[in-house]
């Protein structure tokens, strides 16, 4: 078992995957009741830092809610969290806990797809918005609900596949191979890789292979990076958590130089102690990580304190060393896009809020500026544009490839 944070401690030493409530300052607020924001995620999960992420992301989001006098008047909001510990089935009872809460406008989900995919049901039944800064699968919001209560400030897979194949191209390599997990969420970023890949122009991108593994388990990814350089791939497309990612590298570092292929990832390798797991491997490997959010491009006041939040809560000398940084920046944003349309709807009416979600003015947050963040036909607020690409430095820091663009 790894050794987790003070905060991560309290949290599961709580011993129960039912509903924690994080405590608002009494004295500020008096009698006010709470506004209240849900956080279902896998908390239990033992190699996962994204949990944490995006809980510290939204908590300080809140904190500085509350530092300016709350909402509604003088309202504090109050952070509710549940752990689905990764099941789909659990995700769906801990949504309908927060759903039968007064008060509850709004939860973040986790960093599993299928957990919030399977929620999507009740959520629209109860009409509780979803704000989503990690799961990333695309039919988080293309789904069928009308009116829609997903509104997610992440990346999606299909931006993120096609980011990853123009930083393929822009390396000058062409011929690519995809590892990706036996599951609905590898078979998506396949297909986003052949639709991309299809309606390229210049078509010197092809794709040489497929390889699948596990979800779950790290067995036999390192024969199907094997596989792929025989068929001739001369880069590799990896979708995977941060274990399989792990064994993968490892694998990679312990090959000559003429058998190892740049490697290009999907985010979902930075959801965990990914760097703690491949130890000294990760400086022998060429690998390049797909990413919605980095410290190193923070200017504001706002995310110079949520930078200092995160490297004391962490414990690291650097925000660049911070965990599953890519949760922290959208989580945060999402809580205080909640507060302005809490604030627009002069409610806690989860209608109301949905309505004003898709009608808030321009905002400047630590991601980015969104002018709007949403609209009623568009619940997705970032773009293939705002994709970084990073990579690991000597000292374990994950580095937009240009920091200053």
């Known amino acids: 078992m790894h050794p987790a944070s003070p905060s991560r401690r309290r949290f599961l030493t709580a011993g129960s995957a039912g509903l924690v409530a994080l405590t608002v300052p009494s004295h500020v607020f008096g009698s006010a009741p709470p506004v209240l924001v849900g956080l279902d995620a896998e908390f239990f999960d033992r190699t996962s830092t994204s949990d944490e992420a995006v809980q510290l992301g939204a908590q300080t989001a809140i904190d500085d809610i509350n530092a300016m006098g709350g909402v509604l008047g003088g309202r504090p909001l109050q952070l509710i969290t549940t752990d689905n510990r990764s099941l789909p089935a659990r995700g769906v009872a801990n949504v309908e806990q927060l759903g039968n809460l007064p008060d509850m406008t709004a939860y973040l989900g986790g960093k599993f797809s299928p957990v919030v995919l399977e929620q999507l049901a009740h959520i629209h039944a109860v009409r509780l918005p979803l704000l989503a800064p990690w799961s990333a699968a695309d039919a988080i919001v293309d789904n069928q609900y009308r009116p829609n209560y997903a509104f997610r400030v ?154 200092q939040r995160a490297t004391e809560h962490f414990g690291v000398d650097d925000p660049l060393k911070v965990p599953s940084a890519t949760g922290i920046g959208p989580a945060y944003d999402l809580v205080r896009l909640l507060g302005l349309a809490i604030e627009q709807a002069r409610s806690t009416t989860r209608a109301a809020i949905h309505e004003a979600l898709e009608h808030l003015p321009p905002y400047s947050g630590v991601v980015g500026h969104f002018a709007p963040a949403f609209t009623p036909l568009r619940h997705e607020a970032l773009r293939a544009r705002d994709v970084l690409i990073c990579r690991f430095d000597a000292d374990g820091r994950l580095v937009p490839r240009n920091i200053g663009g």
Not at 171 to 188: D, E, F, K, T, Y
Not at 247 to 271: C, E, Y
């Open 154 to 307: 992440g990346l999606r897979d299909s931006i993120a596949m096609e980011a990853l194949l123009e930083a393929i191209a822009a390396r000058g390599l062409q011929r690519m191979g995809l590892i990706a997990p036996s599951s609905a969420w590898g078979r998506s970023c396949q297909f986003f890789i052949e639709r991309h890949l299809i309606h390229r122009t210049d078509r010197s991108l092809e794709l040489a292979g497929v390889e699948w593994h596990r979800w779950g388990s790290d067995r036999l990814i390192d024969e199907g990076y094997r596989a792929l350089v025989q068929k001739g791939a001369e880069a590799i497309v990896l979708v995977a958590n941060e274990p399989e990612g792990a064994t993968l590298v490892k694998a990679v570092a312990q090959l000559s130089d003429a058998n190892r292929r740049p490697i290009f990832s999907h985010w979902g390798i930075t959801g965990g102690r990914f760097t703690e797991l491949c130890g000294p491997a990760l400086q022998e490997v060429d690998l390049e990580v797909a990413q919605s959010f980095s410290f190193a491009r923070v200017k504001s006041p706002e995310g110079v304190r949520l930078a």
